[in-house]
């Protein structure tokens, strides 16, 4: 099975993939983990990507591509893969029909008010790097250690509001490329993590 999952910042999309795909015996290619992992083995592409970060420019969606095509051909993907964080734009899509087909591609919606407060609440312990929210904490210091916890800018409302408007504005063409294909399914976000990936197993048809 060959699967894409989209979803805004916080939805958990990257907890879900990583589960369905052990399920399912498939590849998780999250494009980030992928990148690092072509620049540490040296491949061609990797090369090209490690000589433009090196260069403080951003990662061409031409090596962008190409990374995904080289590592959709190893091994582990003959039973097939679920693309994390690719594609991105209808171009990349484009470019992705151009040497795979896809079985399906589950979007997880979270309305954005409930992403808001999922990743504004979120606390980073200084000392042991833990991850909390301060809905399941008693006292403003990490559970763990003890440590002090802090929020990341990445997780103040303005950046997360901005981040959210830039993936709505990126993923509304190719939500919609996606659906005039058929292969689109919307799975609701706004739950636990094992009703998630229920929903998730049911929209793919094999619970």
Same mark, same amino acid.
């Given at each position: 099975?060959?699967?894409?999952?989209?979803?805004?910042?916080?939805?958990?999309?990257?907890?879900?993939?990583?589960?369905?795909?052990?399920?399912?015996?498939?590849?998780?290619?999250?494009?980030?983990?992928?990148?690092?992992?072509?620049?540490?083995?040296?491949?061609?592409?990797?090369?090209?990507?490690? *000589?433009?970060?090196?260069?403080?420019?951003?990662?061409?969606?031409?090596?962008?591509?190409?990374?995904?095509?080289?590592?959709?051909?190893?091994?582990? %993907?003959?039973?097939?893969?679920?693309?994390?964080?690719?594609?991105?734009?209808?171009?990349?899509?484009?470019?992705?029909?151009?040497?795979?087909?896809?079985? %399906?591609?589950?979007?997880?919606?979270?309305?954005?008010?409930?992403?808001?407060?999922?990743?504004?609440?979120?606390?980073?312990?200084?000392?042991?790097? +833990?991850?909390?929210?301060?809905?399941?904490? *008693?006292?403003?210091?990490?559970?763990?250690? +003890?440590?002090?916890?802090?929020?990341?800018?990445?997780?103040?409302?303005?950046?997360?509001?901005?981040?959210?408007?830039?993936?709505?504005?990126?993923?509304?063409?190719?939500?919609?490329?996606?659906? *005039?294909?058929?292969?689109?399914?919307?799975?609701? +976000?706004?739950?636990?993590?094992?009703?998630?990936?229920?929903?998730?197993?049911?929209?793919?048809?094999?619970?």
């Amino acid at each position: 099975m060959k699967l894409i999952f989209l979803g805004p910042p916080g939805a958990g999309k990257g907890t879900q993939a990583a589960e369905v795909a052990a399920k399912l015996n498939i590849a998780h290619i999250s494009t980030g983990d992928m990148l690092r992992r072509a620049i540490r083995l040296g491949t061609p592409t990797g090369k090209q990507a490690k *000589e433009t970060i090196d260069a403080g420019k951003l990662v061409s969606d031409e090596i962008v591509i190409a990374m995904v095509e080289e590592r959709i051909r190893e091994a582990d %993907c003959v039973n097939g893969f679920l693309l994390d964080g690719f594609p991105r734009s209808v171009h990349q899509a484009e470019a992705l029909e151009g040497f795979s087909a896809i079985d %399906c591609v589950i979007e997880i919606d979270v309305a954005d008010d409930k992403l808001l407060s999922r990743l504004t609440g979120r606390r980073v312990c200084k000392d042991c790097q +833990g991850t909390f929210h301060i809905s399941q904490l *008693e006292k403003e210091v990490c559970p763990v250690c +003890g440590g002090a916890l802090y929020q990341r800018d990445d997780d103040k409302p303005e950046t997360i509001e901005n981040r959210l408007k830039v993936y709505h504005t990126q993923t509304a063409p190719l939500i919609a490329f996606y659906k *005039e294909r058929g292969l689109l399914k919307v799975v609701n +976000g706004d739950d636990t993590p094992v009703n998630v990936t229920r929903a998730i197993f049911r929209a793919l048809g094999c619970e």
